[in-house]
Nanobody, 129 residues
């Protein structure tokens, strides 16, 4: 049974940092592209960052580029999202997700929700001004 479990969310002041973790079980990261999505209250879920199954390719939404970094530790079967220079508009529930399709190096392609077959339960990130 596949499980994705996010952790690391919390309350932080604007300008601060958080590191989210997504621990995967029942699947191997080398076989899946992984994505981080976020959903703010009253808004649609949006793509934030993705990493290819090879670990070589990474993609970011324009809104987080230069501030967020996605990475993974294959030995720990865990994906991370380092978030720096946080802004109040980053407040959202953050989800990780796994995609078994071919990696397409565009945020538009990798941001399509229907690609992702496994989802975590989410972790809340709140950025105060």
């Amino acid at each position: 049974q596949v499980q994705l479990v996010e952790s690391g969310g919390g309350l932080v002041q604007a300008g601060g940092s958080l590191r989210l973790s997504c621990a995967a079980s029942g699947l191997t990261l080398r076989n899946y592209n992984m994505g981080w999505f976020r959903q703010a209250p009253g808004k649609e879920r949006e793509f934030a960052a993705g990493i290819s199954r090879s670990g070589v390719g990474t993609l970011y939404a324009d809104s987080v580029k230069g501030r967020f970094t996605i990475s993974r530790d294959v030995a720990k079967n865990t994906v991370y999202l380092q978030m720096n220079s946080l802004k109040p508009e980053d407040t959202a529930v953050y989800y990780c997700a796994a995609d078994a399709l071919i990696w397409v190096p565009t945020a538009q392609a990798m941001g399509a929700h229907q690609r992702y077959i496994y989802w975590g339960q989410g972790t809340q990130v709140t950025v105060s001004s």
